[in-house]
């Protein structure tokens, strides 16, 4: 199944939240459950949780980047 990633609406489950934010299912399950930083729109089924893009890309840009910091002169 295709999901156009530009609709005003779009909305990811895990997997696909993952892929959109460019990092690992356990690692975005770990933001979710762990520390609690991304918190779900919404739940599929009453179990699999899901986001909208307006919600990813505000975690996004709240992250940090992956790496050492760059030496500042």
Excluded: S
């Excluded at 295709?2 to 696909?16: K, R, S």
């Excluded at 918190?39 to 990813?56: K, S, V």
């Excluded at 992250?63 to 050492?68: D, S």
């Amino acid at each position: 199944m295709q999901i156009d990633l530009d609709a005003p609406g779009a909305v990811f489950d895990l997997p696909g939240a993952a892929a959109y934010l460019g990092m690992t299912v356990r690692a975005l399950k770990w933001h979710v459950y762990a520390k609690r930083d991304l918190i779900p729109n919404g739940r599929a089924g009453d179990l699999h949780p899901c986001f909208t893009r307006e919600t990813l890309d505000a975690f996004a840009a709240t992250r940090r980047r992956a790496g050492r910091p760059t030496k500042r002169t």
